[in-house]
């Protein structure tokens, strides 16, 4: 190809991308603008203002939602890290009969659409919680309300099963990275099994499980669909409290609040595209 | 112990937790909701239920399942077709027209709304759809005299907005096989006289389908299951399967008739993999 047809289809490139990018950040800017808009209905022209931002801080409603989604959104990450960073060890160090098939169930929280894992679980729960001897069992470790079938407690255990495979994809590809023979020779010239992973694999895989645990933070943070089948009547997560909000009847604080999850969920990725290369380019 | 119990025992309490965990969060409950689908009262109920196949037949006998399965089947095709037409051209101009520092910028600004809140990114559509929103404002301050649009509430709006969202799956699958093709081989096809449309179709396209298939699987099956997306945007008229899912659980709380129509959604779901499964074992799944 000559050199100025190619430089013909670079700048067709770069202008079609630049349209896609528009495509896919107007709606998001259009709506963060609306947020700093003073008209309630979103009327136009645009008038600078921070008083849904102001009115935001005195909804109790919205700020106990969100007190809960960044509660649970942060047990998710440690528990999901820890679990997820394990089970990668097995796989990458182990070869064993049922590891591929071990593997494969990774796919369905996946694969399967939230709606009908989130709806699976409800009946379950629900299930579980009106057994005798579970309810006891929990009501003597727990307060009551987290023992119900819609709580705070089964709200984590879905989040946590939607996490999971993202962490052990993530860690395993950082795992797959380096040679199991770094950790041979920590073991031949002596390390504990314990001493081998604190002082060997764990200094390798840490960036792995930082961008895991990024991964699994924002996972939480942004669940709806089960959030909203495991929610109890009152208590909430962002996202439910937001959709419920919406379907009353839009006000701009819906926006304030929309923008300030962006930002958030934004700058999580940002800081983990430091610790992962998306799209598997090396 | 023996070196080999050591082994199974640090296999077994290293995949263990995370094992149970996803026991009983996916495996149980999708057992325990297809024992649901067969009985003949609710568990709300406190009735004594007994085994009956009705909530099945409800589906194919109640008129009205078929055409909401069809619609949501619908939706999942042209938000798929859309997404391709949109995405693919996208990401070749990503993997072979731009390089360096400029493409991992691009990248990145491509698939992070992706990792941004889903609920927000449609709420985000209600702006610039509605009366006054951004596209009718726009229209209106170049041609004054013209009539209000009001796509909101529609289908089209629906389709917009699940675009909007999985826009970024396809470009991101189609990426990774695009960037894999080596530049050598569409070079070698060029000397030997293929033109470059011949060469796309030939060579390109091909190589780069197993991107396509998986991209497909990941919009498609996401999107027969929504419900939050045509409920924001799609006003009283649009009606998919998902949203009579969420009503038989959330608010007339027939949830024997709620777990059949989930399971016959996730019938579909796997019918529609091992339709592709050949593709994608190639590709070898996901991971």
């Given amino acids: 190809m000559s050199r100025r047809t190619s430089e013909i289809t670079n700048g067709i490139a770069k202008i079609y991308l630049a349209l896609v990018l528009l495509f896919l950040y107007v709606p998001i800017f259009t709506m963060a603008a609306m947020a700093f808009n003073r008209s309630p209905l979103y009327e136009l022209p645009f008038q600078f203002d921070l008083i849904w931002f102001e009115s935001l801080m005195s909804n109790d409603r919205l700020l106990r939602a969100g007190s809960n989604s960044l509660i649970i959104a942060v047990i998710n990450t440690v528990i999901a890290t820890v679990l997820g960073t394990a089970a990668s060890l097995a796989f990458a160090r182990y070869q064993f009969r049922g590891r591929t098939l071990m593997q494969l169930l990774l796919l369905p929280p996946i694969t399967i659409p939230w709606l009908v894992i989130g709806t699976a679980m409800l009946v379950f729960f629900f299930w579980i919680a009106n057994v005798p001897a579970v309810a006891e069992t929990c009501r003597a470790i727990l307060p009551a309300a987290y023992c119900a079938p819609r709580s705070k407690i089964t709200i984590l255990l879905g989040h946590v099963a939607l996490s999971l495979p993202y962490v052990i994809i993530v860690v395993s ?26 002082r060997v694999s764990m200094p390798i895989i840490a960036p792995g499980m ?16 089960i959030s909203y089948f495991l929610a109890p009547p009152g208590v909430t997560t962002l996202p439910v409290e937001i959709y419920t909000a919406i379907r009353k009847a839009f006000t701009p604080e819906i926006n304030a609040i929309s923008t300030i999850i962006i930002v958030v969920s934004m700058g999580i990725m940002l800081i983990t595209a430091r610790f992962y290369k998306f799209g598997g380019e090396r | 112990m023996s070196p080999r119990q050591r082994q199974i025992w640090s296999i077994f309490s290293l995949t263990g937790p995370a094992y149970l965990w996803l026991a009983v969060t996916i495996f149980l409950p999708l057992s325990a909701m297809l024992y649901c689908s067969l009985l003949d009262t609710s568990p709300l109920v406190p009735r004594p239920a007994h085994f009956t196949l009705a909530n099945y037949a409800a589906f194919f006998q109640k008129s009205f399942y078929l055409p909401l399965t069809w619609w949501s089947l619908q939706l999942g095709f042209w938000t798929t077709l859309f997404c391709f037409l949109i995405g693919y051209p996208a990401a070749y101009a990503l993997a072979k027209k731009i390089k360096g520092r400029w493409r991992e910028a691009l990248f990145l600004l491509i698939v992070l709304p992706f990792w941004s809140n889903a609920l927000v990114r449609i709420f985000s559509w209600t702006m610039v759809l509605r009366p006054n929103g951004l596209i009718d404002a726009a229209l209106h301050w170049i041609l004054p005299e013209a009539p209000h649009i009001d796509i909101l509430f529609s289908y089209p709006a629906v389709v917009i907005g699940l675009v909007h969202s999985y826009l970024p799956y396809m470009i991101l699958t189609c990426y990774i096989s695009l960037q894999a093709i080596d530049d050598s081989l569409m070079e070698a096809a060029r000397s030997l006289g293929a033109e470059a449309w011949t060469v796309f179709r030939r060579v390109v396209l091909p190589l780069s389908l197993p991107g396509v298939v998986s991209g497909a699987v990941l919009i498609f099956v996401p999107v027969i299951g929504s419900f939050m997306e ?11 399967l998902g949203m009579n899912i969420e009503e038989q659980f959330t608010v007339t709380s027939n949830w024997p008739l709620g777990a ?15 339709v592709l499964y050949p593709v994608l074992k190639k590709r070898g799944a996901f991971a």
């Fill in chain 2, 230 to 240: 045509p409920r924001i945007l799609g006003g009283p008229r649009a009606v998919t």
């Fill in chain 1, 173 to 198: 590809a950082r795992l797959a990275d380096f040679p199991k023979s770094v950790e041979e020779a920590a073991a031949t010239l002596g390390a504990t099994p314990w001493q081998t992973f604190w």
């Fill in chain 2, 260 to 274: 059949a129509l989930s399971f016959t959604m996730l019938g579909i779901v796997i019918l529609f993999f091992l």
């Fill in chain 1, 210 to 225: 930082v961008a895991a645990a990024l991964f699994a933070f924002a996972t939480s943070f942004d669940q709806f669909v």
